[in-house]
Antibody, heavy 121, light 106 residues
Framework: QVTLKESGPGILQPSQTLSLTCTFS??????????VGWIRQPSGKGLEWLAN???????YYNPSLKNRLTISKDTSNNQAFLKITNVDTADTATYYC?????????????WGQGVMVTVSS | EIVLTQSPTTMAASPGEKVTLNCLAS?????MNWYQQKSGASPKLWIY???NLASGVPNRFSGSGSGTSYSLTISSMEAEDVATYYC?????????FGSGTKLEIK
């Protein structure tokens, strides 16, 4: 059974660095072909892809945020991480991590419950 | 970046009515994925690879399309289908989502 769960600070101030953790089970990020992505959703708005990390440590970032994002993983503890530097109120959102499924097609097949992050002074 | 435009933005359908949701890509993509998101919940994979139903998805749902035009169809609307539906292209980087179609029941 695949599960993912996000954790984060809840609230932080503008200009701080947001650190998010995705703890998962039911698969391994050291297995060939596996990947995890981060997606966010401001309240009442749509979904925005942020970053992906793959089993071979290949990383991809949203170009509009690239300079502020860092994705990483700890395969021994089944965790993936996302850092966003210099946050502002526009980064207030629910942040999701999701497993990347691949059966000839790529898709986010399993999602965490999301963690709400508020940026406020 | 490939922009996905979903239409309509919002729609209401009667029980039993056929529903078609559209997703138009700014450039050709190899396939499309669809997600269902109910209020307060995480998105759920609904259709992948254009026409493959995810596990547990009722067979009144179907997906079709190619190139720049894709659609999700519900053959007979049911109350449990009330949700927002998003398309997602992952065939080229960066992955992009459509802005969603909110489906309501009359």
């Amino acid at each position: 059974q695949v599960t993912l769960k996000e954790s984060g600070p809840g609230i932080l101030q503008p200009s701080q660095t947001l650190s998010l953790t995705c703890t998962f089970s039911g698969f391994s990020l050291s297995t060939y072909g596996m990947g995890v992505g981060w997606i966010r959703q401001p309240s009442g708005k749509g979904l925005e892809w942020l970053a992906n990390i793959w089993w071979d440590d290949d990383k991809y970032y949203n170009p509009s945020l690239k300079n502020r994002l860092t994705i990483s993983k700890d395969t021994s503890n089944n965790q993936a991480f996302l850092k966003i530097t210099n946050v502002d109120t526009a980064d207030t959102a629910t942040y999701y991590c999701a497993r990347i499924g691949a059966t000839g097609f790529y898709y986010f097949d399993y999602w965490g419950q999301g963690v709400m992050v508020t940026v406020s002074s | 970046e490939i922009v996905l435009t979903q239409s309509p933005t919002t729609m209401a359908a009667s029980p039993g009515e056929k529903v078609t949701l559209n997703c138009l890509a700014s450039s050709s993509v190899s396939y499309m994925n669809w997600y269902q998101q109910k209020s307060g919940a995480s998105p759920k994979l609904w259709i992948y690879g254009t026409s493959n139903l995810a596990s547990g998805v009722p067979n009144r749902f179907s997906g079709s399309g190619s190139g720049t035009s894709y659609s999700l169809t519900i053959s007979s609307m049911e109350a449990e289908d009330v949700a927002t539906y998003y398309c997602l292209q992952l065939s080229s980087y960066p992955p992009t989502f459509g802005s969603g179609t909110k489906l309501e029941i009359k």
